[in-house]
């Protein structure tokens, strides 16, 4: 069977991570890798013993089935949109824009073409994340009367994570960076959520991303939804993603610890699970016309809105 080919544009540490799980199937072949950072570059291109392409021009030449774009939310729309041109997959790193008006144009784009669109939200692909969803889906829960999302980070960027944009207000911080995981989320369990009232805090200094984010909003079906999110805390890093019930209580802690409370019983961690397709699988299955998994642009675009709200300029 012909290998699916990927090309890797943008390799930071989660550009290094999507090369990780790409080389762990042998249906992928990575074609080329390219960065404007040189150094880091040659660093990843001889890390894993992959081709260095010497422009993004040359990337598009070589016509892989999926380019990977993991470079700052600024240059999403026109890299997706030069690869959709020629008829290339794309698979974007979240979240999908610099903002909502660039992610339109990148949704536009795939619309109007036959490629395919995906875009990296890894807890799409996380089997206690897929098992949260299936138990609120068949009401194991009860009536859902209330969603929340809590982030407490001691450092902004996370220390792992520090690069020249990340804590900028133009392209970075945790709104931008770890709530589009769980909006993402709460798009495809209860519909699209509205704000409804919001408060966020900058730093004096213009060039910083937030410090703070509190909201209130409602899904489709009006469940109260409430998101905050703190930067700055004495505390280690903590985010916790809780739908409440009438029966009962399901919490995503830190990513992966799914624990569940019924009335008037403690929290008890969820350890069996059923296995499902990884990103990568689903890229490949929709690189062969079937069913896949995959968040696309529009979908995207629904979690940049969301993300445009929070940091309105009318709330600095």
Not at 12 to 23: A, F, K, P, S, T
Not at 183 to 198: A, K, N, P, S
């Amino acid at each position: 069977m012909k290998k699916i080919t990927f090309a890797i544009v943008g390799t930071g540490i989660v550009g290094e991570r999507i090369i990780n799980q790409l080389q762990k199937n042998d249906g992928i072949e990575i074609i080329a890798v390219f960065d404007e950072n040189k150094h880091r570059l040659s660093e990843i291109a001889n890390r894993y013993e992959l081709t260095v392409a010497s422009s993004y021009d040359e990337v598009l030449s070589l016509k892989p089935d999926w380019v990977y774009i993991g470079t700052p939310p600024v240059s999403h729309a026109s890299l997706s949109k030069r690869a959709i041109a020629v008829n290339i997959n794309v698979l974007c790193e979240k979240p999908l824009a610099h903002d909502a008006l660039d992610g339109e144009l990148m949704a536009k784009a795939a619309e109007e073409s036959l490629v395919k669109t995906a875009m990296h939200f890894p807890l799409m692909y996380s089997p206690p994340v897929r098992h949260l969803m299936k138990m609120i889906e068949t009401g194991a829960i009860g009536d859902v009367v209330r969603v929340e999302l809590s982030t407490y980070f001691p450092h902004w960027p996370r220390l792992w994570q520090q690069n020249p944009w990340i804590g900028s207000r133009e392209q970075g911080g945790f709104t931008r960076e770890v709530f589009p995981h769980y909006f993402q989320l709460m798009y495809r369990m209860f519909g699209r959520v509205t704000i409804t009232e919001h408060n966020t805090v900058y730093p004096n200094d213009n060039a910083l991303a937030e410090t703070s984010v509190l909201a209130i909003g409602k899904t489709e079906k009006h469940i109260p939804v409430l998101l905050n999110g703190l930067t700055g805390v004495g505390q280690s890093e903590e985010l916790s993603y809780i739908v409440y019930g009438t029966e009962g209580v399901l919490k995503l802690h830190n990513w992966a610890e799914l624990s569940m409370a019924q009335k008037d019983r403690p929290f008890e961690i969820l350890t069996s699970f059923d296995s499902i397709n990884t990103l990568v699988e689903e890229c490949i299955a929709a690189s062969q016309d079937e069913d896949a998994f995959i968040v696309p642009f529009s979908e995207g675009l629904e979690i940049q809105r969301l993300i445009d709200q929070l940091l309105a300029v009318q709330n600095r």
